[in-house]
């Protein structure tokens, strides 16, 4: 065989083996990975996606210490500590490190929830919203707080939790500088103190400052008392009335003052008590100067004020 014919039955030999190999189209996924079968158009991505199984982080943030499989995931996580937001929300200017909380932020604003629970009904803009939410019909409460004992289905919920104990309040009120343990009480605190009540009641015509207020407060009219005590068979309209209600059959004071030993029922009033302990008096009377440890002080006082 000459070396022409040799090479022409190489070439054919080739294209023979091309045609043997099963045929993928461009954009196919065919590298499916063996732990959770998810799949990848390229076998690199594939070998990247099974660290996240290994459970290797390599790469470690010199500011806070997070780890990272891969460098890009570090990368993209150290504009945290930049404080750069460069990207905008063009209808609420909400800002963004990366692009993809703007996207996922954006679905907000459109209204889709396209991931629906097939047990409740209840939508979701985002599936990993979704797949949380499923958690709660499981009824499984894997984190649970050895301070208190109670137990959460969320380790996000677990984590808000032990701030209550920690006894660290962040957010402080710059109009009468009571402190809370997250933002959104401060939040909400604020609409206290802008006296705006946009939530009304059709039945009494009674208005609150909260959508949660009036929530609670449309069960009195419903007659309806869902919650009831497992000793004695009272029935409550508030599940909050009803666990207060059951520590004394438990005898169980879940909340006592780290400063006197004093016991309470509900962390409320030990909340309240608590202003005995200290010598501020943050609650000012505008209309007299007076001041006051706590806020149901200042309105008691107020009184005297609206009766001249």
């Known amino acids: 065989m000459s070396s022409t014919q040799k090479d022409q039955h190489g070439a054919r030999s080739q294209r023979s083996q091309e045609a043997d190999k099963p045929h993928r189209r461009k954009g196919e996924k065919t590298y499916s990975c063996d732990e959770c079968g998810k799949s990848f ?85 985002q599936a990993g919203e979704l797949k949380t939410h499923r958690l709660v019909h499981t009824g499984f409460k894997a984190y649970n707080c050895h301070l208190c004992g109670k137990s959460f289905t ?24 009571k402190s809370f343990t997250h933002r959104k009480c401060l939040k909400l605190h604020h609409i206290m103190h802008s006296g705006v009540k946009a939530h009304s009641c059709d039945l009494c015509g009674k208005t609150f400052a909260q959508n949660s207020s009036l929530q609670k407060h449309l069960v009195t009219h419903s007659g309806i008392k869902a919650y009831s005590c497992d000793f004695c068979g009272k029935r409550f309209r508030d599940k909050q009335y009803r666990n207060s209600h059951l520590r004394i059959h438990t005898g169980n004071d879940l909340y006592c003052c780290d400063q006197c030993g004093k016991p309470f029922t509900t962390d409320a009033q030990l909340q309240q008590h608590m202003f005995s302990h200290t010598e501020e008096r943050p609650y000012k009377c505008d209309l007299c100067e007076k001041t006051f440890k706590a806020p149901n002080q200042l309105k008691k006082h107020q009184q005297i004020h609206t009766r001249k």
Request: charged fraction near 15%; aromatic fraction near 6%.
């Open 41 to 125: 158009t390229h076998s690199g991505h594939l070998k990247i996606h099974q660290l996240i199984h290994s459970g290797v982080k390599p790469y470690s943030c010199d500011l806070c210490g997070k780890s990272f499989t891969e460098a890009g995931s570090l990368k993209k996580h150290q504009v945290i500590h930049s404080g750069v937001k460069p990207y905008s929300c063009e209808l609420c200017g909400k800002s963004f490190t990366q692009s993809g909380g703007l996207k996922t932020h954006q679905l907000i604003h459109s209204g889709v929830k396209a991931h629906s629970c097939d047990l409740c009904g209840k939508s979701f803009t």
């Open 154 to 177: 969320h380790a996000q919920s677990f984590k808000t939790h032990q701030l209550i104990h920690s006894g660290v309040k962040p957010y402080s009120c710059n109009l009468c500088g």
